[in-house]
């Protein structure tokens, strides 16, 4: 059992839960609760999926990839049917009552374990026949993202399967060819019609942020003002006037870091970037540690993946990367996308409590 | 691939994931510890408005305390532009709210509204106002149905009010929207800022004209300023700082209503009864404009200051549309109601001159009380003859003044060129500069004109300006016949009522030559938090300076001027007979100034009671004819009023000679 993990992940859900609840009090009495609750109620939830996901031996859980590959596309595929729901622009969501159930969130989690178990079969011999197989089982569910629309999760995917081919050994010039194919994919799909323009004007406006401060690049500047106005103690808790007067839209989602910047300064926007760096370099040592390649394949997947998202998303905020919809890790609102990073990590305690048998 | 490579890879991936984080780090410590600042002062735009509240503005009072200008309630509709944003269907709103608006008998198009709305003078945060002056059942008609009409308003908004109408509106002068000049004369720029108490808004209102402007200072209230905390919807969160508005303060005027009103009716109602009728020469009575003032000669106090045709200030009320000021100013000069004759109009004075270059040859010691001169009827200047109307035969100086010799004059004004060795060729200019003339009075209204009086000077510089064909045509030269036109009050002589009343009003009070004034006292307003009522300031009088005038040099002038209504051969002894002249005597001179092609000017200029003056008054009617018979009624009017005398009806005084 890796405590050090176990507190640091405690400590940023803990975190998330009292920083979204800050984004959604609102400016007057009373304050709204809701967010706090669900928010709250997710990761209870989280932390027991965790705790079945660490029971379970990975080397069982291996033998479910398969079927949970199979159950994953399938609801890839509903969720673009009329069953799903359209919200914000994408057909991603799945409604049950008052929640709502995003499979492309699960998918990240079910290609792990997919690729992990394929490419431990496979022990780092990988020809190009192989590596073709392994590009079609990702890009399968990529695609289906795509028509979503869903850029960011397909990124996530990217350097997943980026980080784990890297570790499963395969040669470097493939790895090179692979990412060089990866850009020349995302500028095309800028290019064509897959994602609307607003979406494609969302993505390239941290390259000039001053253009349209009320248009595009609003999200941009208002989440820029918001984590700088911190300063280094921060304005405090619930006193961020930015957060609580509500200039940063999506802000207890896809830009809570603003909130954490600006209440909690520099001070606490540091120290949450510290407790990932330590939740990562405790899944970087389980991959290291682990007894056979299937664990530190699971380990480098997760890694890759928290990497890109935190990276990506604290990036975003800050303004040193386009703005994509990806949850950060642990502190955004969202049961999805909490249960499946709670999941991951179940995965990675799992390879841990198990390193010496 | 050797067995050892996932061992190697896993470190390219943990470096990777370190300068990821790394990266991160610089960034957040860059964004909050080195920029903060500048960021900070961006969020603190983001969030902190102030709003405005105007204050009502101070009143205007007349010399006994009677309201003139007084603030009224008007019921405004508005529109809130950023909600209205947020209605479904704007256009429908806005067809909707014109049709209930002219239902209500307020007749308002779509265009309208729209023009308004998109008036970048408005505060976006603040409704705009769409309809003035709604009726009460309007106003409650649109209370009661706020779901029907989202983002339309109504709220009661303090205007000007004017229980007199159009009495003393040159005077008082009116309020509208402040210009964008006005805002940076009060405010200055963005780069140099003026400190200012009563801080302007683009749509605040400010004093345009009149004491409404000289005043503005005073009668300007000090707005509420309101700090809040919008969020990102520009919706008011909490009110960080409110100071509430302070009344301005209430301006007591010198001038007398009564004396005031009386004033532009018997000015208004001389110039409709003479208007269209013939002169005796045969020329057009077009009577199109004239001015009164009275004025106290003990401290130069404006009792009364009338001017004609003139306009009703009520139209500024919710600004003149316009249309409307060109259908106003679009006629003849003679016609246009926004110019203040009292001050703005420039005559020749005519006659009434004449007692100015009496005090030249008498101070100068030219001629003395007992100078007398042969008037024949006409002037022979040598190369020149000049006529007059009538042969006064032998007179000296008040004998002059009296039955108003132009001959006496002439002659005096051509000593004055031959002897200028002696006296300086400036004798008679001097005397009219030491009475106030050709410079403007200084009474605290905006474009007050100077007047003129000519010099050789002056005339050679009128010549060097012109054009060459012109200059051949003219002449630079100042000859003998300048000064003899001068000396009657010709020639390129000019000079405003006030200022040939202030001439009056120095003759009558011993020389001496006041700033006229229109304010008596600036008091705070009933609704001062601080001194309900007190008084904030009192005006002084302010003396310009002191003509000499010894007895032996006023005495025969007033002399003169008393004979004018008492003496049988005085020129205004017509329209002044059945007058209580024992009661309240009057020294006074009748002025008709010749204006090419036109009939002519027609001035009354007068003081009394002679010993202990109270009052000096002066008219002129334009286009009207003699002095003694359009102004002279007048004034006569005027001072029965004062004197407490019955008053004569106008059709029964009848005109004098000149």
């Not at chain 2, 300086?424 to 200019?429: N, S």
């Amino acid at each position: 059992m890796d405590v050090v993990l176990v507190v640091s992940v405690a400590a940023l859900a803990a975190t998330g839960v009292l920083m979204v609840y800050s984004a959604t009090r609102g400016p007057t009495d009373p304050p709204d609760r809701s967010f706090l609750v669900r928010q709250a109620l997710f990761v209870t939830i989280g932390a027991a999926v965790m705790v079945v996901v660490t029971l379970v031996d990975y080397r069982r859980l291996r033998d479910w990839a398969w079927t949970l590959y199979g159950a994953m596309m399938l609801g890839l595929l509903g969720v673009l049917s009329p069953l799903g729901q359209q919200s914000k622009g994408a057909q991603a969501w799945f409604g049950f009552g008052a929640f709502q159930v995003q499979p492309a969130e699960f998918a990240k989690a079910v290609l792990i374990l997919t690729l992990a178990a394929v490419l431990a079969m496979w022990a780092g011999d990988i020809d190009l026949r192989r590596l073709a197989v392994l590009l079609g089982v990702s890009g399968a569910p990529m695609a289906l993202i795509l028509l979503q629309p869903d850029l960011g999760t397909v990124l996530v995917l990217v350097s997943i399967v980026l980080g784990m081919l890297l570790v499963a050994g395969l040669r470097l010039r493939y790895i090179v060819a692979l990412t060089l194919v990866g850009l020349i994919g995302v500028v095309g799909i800028l290019n064509s019609n897959v994602l609307k323009q607003y979406q494609k004007d969302r993505l390239t406006a941290f390259l000039d942020p001053g253009r349209d401060t009320q248009g595009t690049t609003y999200n941009v500047t208002q989440s820029q003002i918001a984590v700088a106005s911190g300063g280094l103690t921060g304005e405090g808790l619930f006193d961020g006037r930015q957060t609580q007067l509500q200039f940063v839209p999506e802000q207890q989602t896809d830009f809570i870091f603003t909130a954490v910047g600006e209440e909690l300064g520099f001070a606490g926007a540091a120290t949450v970037l510290g407790l990932y760096g330590v939740v990562m370099w405790r899944i970087w040592r389980t991959a290291q540690l682990s007894r056979d390649l299937l664990g530190t394949l699971l380990c480098v997947g997760v890694l890759s993946m928290l990497a890109f998202q935190v990276f990506e998303n604290v990036g975003m905020a800050m303004g040193i990367m386009p703005v994509t919809g990806i949850p950060l890790p642990l502190l955004s609102y969202g049961g999805s996308s909490t249960l499946t990073t709670f999941a991951s990590l179940g995965l990675v305690l799992n390879v841990h409590m198990r390193r010496f048998r | 691939m050797d067995r050892e490579s996932p061992r190697l890879r896993l470190s390219i991936l943990g470096v990777v994931v370190v300068s990821l984080i790394g990266t991160l780090f610089a960034r957040l410590w860059y964004l909050q510890v080195m920029a903060a600042p500048e960021y900070q002062v961006e969020a603190q735009a983001n969030r902190v408005r102030t709003i405005a509240e105007e204050a009502p503005r101070g009143r205007i009072l007349d010399a006994k305390g009677r309201v003139i200008v007084d603030n009224r309630t008007s019921l405004v509709v508005t529109v809130n532009p950023h909600d209205l944003q947020a209605v479904p269907d704007s256009a429908a709103l806005k067809r909707r709210l014109a049709e209930t608006l002219t239902r209500f008998g307020v007749p308002t198009k779509v265009s309208t509204i729209e023009r308004r709305l998109g008036d970048k003078q408005y505060n976006p945060l603040q409704p705009v106002p769409v309809a003035i002056d709604v009726p009460e059942e309007l106003f409650l008609y649109l209370s009661e149905r706020a779901d029907e009409f989202p983002s339309v308003g109504v709220r009661r908004e303090s205007v000007r009010a004017y229980p007199y109408g159009e009495t003393a509106a040159h005077l008082l002068g009116y309020v509208g929207r402040i210009s964008a000049k006005e805002l940076a004369d009060k405010q200055g720029t963005p780069e140099s800022p003026k400190p200012n108490d009563k801080p302007y808004q683009p749509d605040s209102n400010i004093g345009k004209n009149g004491v409404e402007r000289s005043y503005e200072d005073d009668l300007r209230g000090r707005p509420g300023i309101k700090t809040v905390e919008v969020d990102a919807q520009n919706r008011v969160v909490r009110t960080i700082d409110e100071q509430p508005p302070v009344p301005g303060h209430d301006i007591q005027l010198t001038v007398d209503l009564d004396v005031q009103r009386f004033a532009e009716q018997a000015l208004r109602d001389k110039l409709d009864s003479i208007r269209g009728g013939r002169t005796r020469d045969g020329r057009l009575r077009a009577a199109p404009a004239g001015a009164v003032v009275v004025l106290d000669p003990n401290n130069g106090d404006v009792v009364a200051m009338a001017s004609v045709p003139t306009y009703n200030p009520e139209e500024f009320v919710n600004g003149i549309s316009q249309t409307r000021y060109d259908q106003l100013t679009g006629g003849a000069v003679s016609e246009n109601p926004f110019i203040n004759r009292a001050i703005q109009g420039q005559y020749a004075p005519g006659s009434t001159f004449k007692p100015i270059t009496a005090y030249a040859a008498l101070s100068h010691g030219l001629i003395d009380r007992t100078t007398t001169y042969n008037d024949r009827g006409s002037y022979d200047a040598g190369d020149r003859v000049f006529g007059s109307p009538s042969a006064a035969g032998p007179v000296n100086v008040a004998r002059s003044l009296t039955v108003s010799s132009d001959v006496f004059y002439y002659w005096l004004g051509h000593r004055f060129y031959r002897e200028r060795d002696v006296y300086g060729e400036l004798a008679m200019q001097d005397a009219a500069y030491a009475f106030g003339l050709g410079q403007p009075t200084g009474i605290p209204l905006v474009d007050e004109r100077a007047g003129n009086i000519p010099t050789p000077e002056w005339k050679r510089k009128i010549w060097e300006s012109l054009p060459p064909e012109e200059q051949a045509i003219g002449d630079p030269t100042w000859y003998p016949g300048d000064n003899i036109n001068m000396s009657i009050g010709q020639g390129d002589v000019l000079v405003t009522p006030l200022q040939l009343a202030n001439v009056y009003a120095a003759l009558a009070n011993g020389g001496t030559i006041y700033q006229p004034n229109v304010v008596a006292r600036v008091l705070r307003s009933p609704n001062d938090p601080v001194d309900p009522g007190g008084v904030v300031r009192v005006i002084e009088p302010v003396v310009e300076h002191q003509v000499p005038l010894p007895p032996e040099i006023r005495d025969p002038i007033i002399q003169g001027l008393r004979g004018v209504t008492a003496d049988p051969k005085g020129t205004a002894y017509a329209p002044f007979r059945g007058f209580d002249q024992a009661a309240f005597p009057v020294a006074s001179k009748t002025g008709t100034a010749e204006v090419k092609g036109k009939a002519d000017s027609s001035w009354f200029a007068a003081f009394a009671p002679v010993d202990a003056p109270r009052y000096s008054m002066v008219a002129i009617l334009e286009e009207s004819g003699f002095g003694a018979e359009a102004a002279a009624p007048v004034v006569r009017g005027l001072l029965e009023l004062v004197s407490g005398q019955r008053l004569t009806d106008p059709s029964e005084i009848s005109g004098g000679s000149e």
